[in-house]
């Protein structure tokens, strides 16, 4: 869990600490990572673009202090942090990872935990993107999580595809679950994703899907990411609706549908959609955030205050199996491909 | 919804409106409520207290001041409010609560989202404690819930019941899962309750065991609450842990389960918990947290960076019967009673 890392606060895990030791001598159990790019939490980034009005240097100025300062990559604002790709550089001789020298991966777990060396400067980088060419040094735990990267796929496309992976994963777990305690006669599982032309939302779309969900609808705030997501064909109604709308919401998902949701998945990284996801989700139903600005007693409140009979989940971003499903998707499905090819043209 | 009473910003719910209209006229589908008392949630009354280190005046004004401005009782830094008894003054003809005048009634929704006005000035509350004596009025929505005080027991104690009713409820839904599934020789379902002397703790301890729970551990953080827990014979095991201390906290729980919890319920109003709870958690298991103190990115890039395959459940305080359920535990079970008693006697 990398509890000899942490240097302030004592006794807490590396998430919540303060300040990590990056040190690069590993633990007979650690992994070290030679860095090639960041990926920074999309709530993160923007985040920082916002508060400095757009100024990449100011933004690169802010996360090199904050990655040297922490010993990681966690924004203080949001708390989030993103992930990383490299290569093995050494492994320790009783890591569980099954990782070797040499072998090219992406951490699947947050760089909020993760302690990272920045030796470069981040010259490479302009501060206006989330991916962030990089030099240094990360470090894994024993009980982290690293894919080696897919020879057949492009390593930014694999990166994108892994850093959310834990939402279709989750998505087709949930949505599995009401297909099977659905009678064979029973009405089709119904899935709404805000936030469906997005990374995570287009692959939580396609994961809906291939679980069994008899409707599915993808929300999108704008007319591009509507004409996207259609032409994309991974879900059956395209909706337009602000998320933060809660009547605008629910009645959009209502209406594409012809029933609320049995399950509701949030992917849209801006605060204030909690009442609009509990409002668009059928008693009995479940609502998956992922979004990390979430905020936890909008949620319970919320649900409560609307009488609302529906499972609440917190996006685990760990799900067994879930970078195998994720890349699954991406190489099944064209539209999911699509979508992400054009959002990495587009950075 | 009571969409027409919010004031500021339009279109969201009451609970995220900064600004009720707390008017004593009631549409057709409303009810108003003559206020006796208001039970603020203990995470708000926390913060102010310590706030104002512990000079009542000051607490007593910050919440006139806090309800006047907003015409709601919601605590600006916590976002929580709590709920309150009162007598039905007046319902409206088309109100589906089927509430009638005179009844005594608490409200089972946040005071987040209720319309409220003051009218004696908080004179007879010193700002020292949870339970506020007041005189004023609260308006209920078409889609509110209250539930009528029942006769046999003190209204306090009732009060004290249904704030915290929907812990219980969602506890003994979850562990019946749990206990369903599992195949009838296959091991017990264990529980760990983070918390599990205070209100939703002892309740839960109580539900879970009604549910069919094999083996319960309350986890207290001093020898007073231990020793009035294991008095109550509410649970299996009772165990010490500073909650914050994540390996403190998951070494409690294991000890006294024998292994990881199936379900950990965080009842405890501190900020810090949550990766101790994931910790705690079997493999497959689920978190259910119901304090406000719980920080959602904490949460989830929590388990993520633990690779813990745990379901987390915000904690919804809303399940049909959900009252019924919490006031038949109290009745049937002398141990929940007794600490209900007396944490009622030393406020």
Redesign the interface.
């Known amino acids: 869990?990398g509890?000899h890392r942490v240097v302030e606060p004592a006794?807490?895990?590396?998430?919540?600490a303060w300040r990590l030791d990056a040190r690069p001598e590993i633990a007979a159990n650690e992994v070290r990572i030679r860095v090639e790019r960041l990926n920074l939490d999309a709530a993160s980034f923007r985040q920082l673009f916002d508060k400095h009005g757009g100024d990449g240097a100011a933004v690169r100025a802010e996360v090199l202090e904050i990655i040297s300062t922490r010993g990681k990559m966690q924004n203080p604002v949001?708390?989030?942090?993103g992930m990383l790709i490299g290569t093995v550089e050494e492994a320790g001789r009783r890591s569980p990872l099954g990782l070797k020298s040499g072998e090219r991966v992406a951490t699947?777990?947050?760089l909020?935990?993760t302690p990272l060396v920045v030796t470069d400067g981040l010259a490479r980088w302009d501060g206006r993107s989330e991916q962030v060419p990089c030099d240094g040094w990360a470090i894994l735990f024993a009980?982290?999580?690293a894919a080696v990267l897919p020879q057949d796929l492009d390593p930014q496309l694999s990166l994108a595809v892994l850093d959310v992976c834990?939402a279709p994963a989750l998505t087709a777990r949930v949505v599995s679950r009401y297909v099977a305690e659905r009678a064979v006669d029973g009405p089709p599982v119904t899935v709404a994703v805000i936030g469906g032309a997005g990374k995570s939302g287009s692959l939580s779309l396609a994961a809906a899907r291939q679980a069994g969900a008899g409707r599915t609808v993808g929300v999108v705030p704008v007319a591009a990411e509507r004409d996207a997501l259609t032409a994309a064909r991974l879900c059956d109604a395209v909706a337009m609706a602000d998320a933060?709308?809660?009547?605008?919401l629910s009645t959009a998902v209502t209406s594409a549908l012809g029933v609320p949701a049995d399950v509701t998945v949030v992917c849209v990284d801006v605060p204030?959609c909690e009442?609009g996801a509990v409002?668009a989700t059928a008693d009995g139903g479940t609502v998956i955030?992922f979004s990390?600005a979430?905020?936890?007693?909008?949620?319970?409140?919320?649900?409560?205050?609307?009488?609302?009979?529906?499972?609440?989940?917190?996006?685990?971003?760990?799900?067994?199996g879930h970078a195998e499903l994720a890349l699954g998707l991406l190489r099944a499905d064209p539209g999911v491909r699509g979508l992400f090819e054009a959002r990495l043209a587009a950075d």
């Open positions: 869990m509890l006794g807490v895990l590396p998430q919540a949001t708390g989030s942090g699947l777990v947050s909020t935990l009980r982290s999580v834990g933060r709308d809660p009547v605008a204030g009442h409002l955030f990390m979430t905020s936890f007693s909008a949620a319970a409140l919320g649900a409560e205050g609307l009488a609302a009979d529906v499972t609440m989940l917190v996006g685990n971003g760990y799900v067994p």
